[in-house]
């Protein structure tokens, strides 16, 4: 049974970059795609993109330019790296698979509340 | 605002129907999928590609297409069953990930 877990600090200063991982156990990496899906506070669900286990990514537009994922198979794990945070992107961060056989994401992580505040 | 529209919320008494609605330009061309959040719980897979219920999803839950908007049906609502609920699809051109505001269902 593959689960998800999310680790990273729950405070981050504004203008400084939220970095979180995700560690994925009861399966390997290898194979799959990962994605990054946040809720703000009283808001819906935000895709952040996606990174398959080669490396290869796909960002949504709007976050694009601050985002960075990266894949680590050794360790079973893939991370997040969004730079120049604001308030806006309090949030809980979600890591998640996305399964192509179905195209959804049919695992889920139980989610880790960042706040960004000084 | 969201390209993909669903109710704030709906409220219903237990052994009820609840129908949620998620309506989108998209939704003619490419599935929906249903996702179940609650509180301090990793979200769950409700639904995918419109109507295949996920594995150990309950029978009284149901999806539908008709044009641009997809429904989640629970038949027999249960008291376990409030939470929040969001629809997701893609754009037209595959290539992004849209989902819907989010539903909070209040079983009374």
């Known amino acids: 049974q593959v689960q998800l877990q999310e680790s990273g600090p729950g405070l981050v200063q504004p203008s400084e970059t939220l970095s979180l991982t995700c560690t994925v156990s009861g399966g390997s990496i290898s194979g799959s795609y990962w994605t990054w899906i946040r809720r703000p506070p009283e808001k819906g669900l935000e895709w952040i993109g996606y990174i398959f286990f080669n490396g290869s990514t796909h960002y949504d537009p709007s976050l694009e330019s601050r985002v960075t994922m990266s894949v680590d198979t050794s360790k079973n794990q893939f991370s997040l790296r969004l730079s120049s945070v604001t308030a806006a992107d309090t949030a809980v961060y979600y890591c998640?698979?996305?399964?192509?056989?179905?195209?959804?994401?049919?695992?889920w992580g139980q989610g880790t509340m960042v706040t960004v505040s000084s | 605002s969201y390209d993909l529209t669903q109710p704030p919320s709906v409220s219903v008494s237990p052994g009820q129907t609840a129908r949620i609605t998620c309506s989108g330009d998209a939704l003619p061309k490419q599935y929906a999928y249903w996702y179940q959040l609650k509180p301090g719980q990793a979200p769950v897979l409700v639904i995918y590609k419109d109507s295949e219920k996920s594995s150990g999803i309950p029978e009284r839950f149901s999806g539908s297409s008709s044009g641009t908007t997809v429904t989640l049906t629970i038949s027999g609502v249960q008291t376990e069953d409030e939470a929040d609920y969001f629809c997701q699809s893609v754009d037209s051109s595959s290539t992004y990930v849209l989902f819907g505001g989010g539903t909070k269902l209040t079983v009374l």
């Open positions: 998640a698979r996305d399964d192509r056989t179905t195209d959804a994401f049919d695992i």
